[in-house]
């Protein structure tokens, strides 16, 4: 098992960033697959960004070219950036773990972290 742990989200003026940090445990990071979901208030968990199939990083069509999602192996660590933040994106978001084959499947999760987007 993998535990995560989300950090970086706060509040931000619409137009703004915020940059969230998740860290995860073991030595064994580089296996899986790191993704982000989100899920805003009184909506279904929503998948933001990552792998969903080997060797392909994939975002929700609302956020490409706003959102970026990186990876540290090194530290252990995936980040999400999040610029030219609207309204709409204020949720929680959390990250996962997961394994193929093929499709990514995300059994593990992070605690959650607030991002709230102001007009």
């Known amino acids: 098992q993998v535990q995560l742990v989300e950090s970086g989200g706060g509040l931000v003026q619409a137009g703004g960033s915020l940059r969230l940090s998740c860290a995860a445990s073991g030595r064994t990071f580089s296996s899986y697959a790191m993704g982000w979901f989100r899920q805003a208030p009184g909506k279904e968990r929503a998948f933001v960004a990552g792998?969903?199939?080997?060797?392909?990083?994939y975002y929700l069509d609302s956020v490409k070219g706003r959102f970026t999602i990186s990876r540290d192996n090194a530290k252990n660590m995936v980040y999400l950036q999040m610029n030219s933040l609207k309204p709409e994106n204020t949720a929680v978001y959390y990250c996962?773990?997961?394994?193929?084959?093929?499709?990514?499947?995300?059994?593990?999760w992070g605690q959650g972290t607030q991002g709230t987007v102001s007009a």
């Open positions: 792998p969903k199939w080997n060797g392909s990083t």
């Open positions: 996962a773990a997961g394994r193929g084959p093929g499709y990514v499947r995300y059994d593990y």
